[in-house]
């Protein structure tokens, strides 16, 4: 088994690990919402001219992706926020003593899996749409 020396210490890894942290994952999620704020703005100019949108993407309702838009603007805040909630009370307590983080990590777990299922529905809604 592999192993890596952090802070004096030698720790064993697994080779199958995938390590991708809380604040990586913060990063990447706000770099999500300026994108999608970029793009959500350009539409909400153009949606003034309804022959605009509908010959391209084929939607009936010219609002329709500014709420999709929108709610995953939301959504994606809410991640980010629970992201790093999750990363900060993980680092409380030691690995031997869980203690301090015992019982509110599994909160902010379950609401953090309930809001990935909306975004998932989210999403499935805006690609259905296009």
Same mark, same amino acid.
């Given at each position: 088994?592999?192993?890596?020396?952090?802070?004096?210490?030698?720790?064993?890894? =697994?080779?199958?690990?995938?390590?991708?942290?809380? $604040?990586?994952?913060?990063?990447?999620?706000?770099? &999500?919402?300026? #994108?999608? =704020?970029?793009?959500? $703005? /350009?539409?909400? *100019?153009? !949606? $003034? /001219?309804?022959?605009?949108?509908?010959?391209? +993407?084929?939607? %009936?309702? %010219?609002?329709?992706?500014?709420?999709?838009? +929108?709610?995953?603007?939301?959504?994606?805040?809410? #991640?980010?926020?629970? /992201?790093?909630?999750?990363? &900060?009370?993980? !680092?409380?307590? !030691?690995?031997? $003593?869980?203690?301090?983080?015992? /019982?509110?990590?599994?909160?902010?777990?379950?609401?953090? =899996? &309930?809001?990935?299922?909306?975004?998932?529905?989210?999403?499935? *809604?805006?690609?259905?749409? #296009?």
């Amino acid at each position: 088994m592999p192993k890596i020396v952090v802070l004096r210490h030698l720790w064993k890894v =697994g080779d199958d690990d995938f390590f991708f942290s809380g $604040n990586l994952n913060a990063i990447c999620r706000a770099i &999500f919402i300026g #994108l999608i =704020g970029y793009s959500y $703005n /350009n539409i909400s *100019v153009d !949606t $003034n /001219n309804c022959s605009n949108l509908d010959p391209f +993407l084929g939607v %009936k309702d %010219k609002y329709l992706i500014q709420k999709i838009m +929108l709610a995953s603007i939301v959504l994606f805040c809410v #991640l980010i926020l629970l /992201n790093l909630s999750v990363a &900060f009370i993980s !680092t409380r307590g !030691t690995i031997m $003593n869980n203690n301090p983080r015992k /019982n509110k990590i599994q909160l902010f777990l379950i609401l953090r =899996g &309930f809001a990935s299922i909306v975004e998932a529905g989210v999403c499935s *809604v805006g690609i259905a749409s #296009l």
